[in-house]
């Protein structure tokens, strides 16, 4: 079960940092992302990681910005956002799968496990 939050209003230019609460049975060999789906697109991959430390991995369109980080202590995958734009409004969700190859990581077919989004809305 996953459970994100945090989203919500900034303006361009600004921060803004996601949560996602994981409840698994084992975290091994799980790999988490996040996604995100801006009104009338397809989703999109944003970053993923292993929760053993591999990786992370991210889109084009975020590196240099955002930052994926996980904290086994509190089983949380976290996504913080920098330097937002408008391109950055989307309902943005976090998803767990076992066992993802790295080449299959930005896929969103290939996670059974989603949380219920949280949107992130940046404004001017």
């Known amino acids: 079960q996953l459970q994100a939050s945090g989203g919500g209003l900034v303006l361009t230019g600004g921060s803004l940092s996601l949560s996602c609460t994981a409840s698994a049975r084992t975290f091994n060999d799980l790999s988490l992302g996040w996604f995100r789906q801006a009104p009338g697109k397809e989703r999109e991959f944003v970053t993923a990681m292993r929760w053993s430390g591999g990786g992370p991995y991210y889109a084009d369109s975020v590196k240099g910005r955002f930052t994926i980080s996980r904290d086994r202590a509190k089983k949380t995958v976290n996504l913080q956002m920098n330097n937002l734009n408008a391109e950055d409004t989307a309902v943005y969700y976090c998803?767990?799968?076992?066992?993802?190859?790295?080449?299959?990581?930005?896929?969103?077919?290939?996670?059974?496990?989603w949380g219920q989004g949280t949107l992130v809305t940046v404004s001017s």
């Open positions: 998803a767990a799968s076992y066992r993802l190859i790295v080449g299959l990581m930005h896929r969103h077919d290939r996670y059974p496990y």
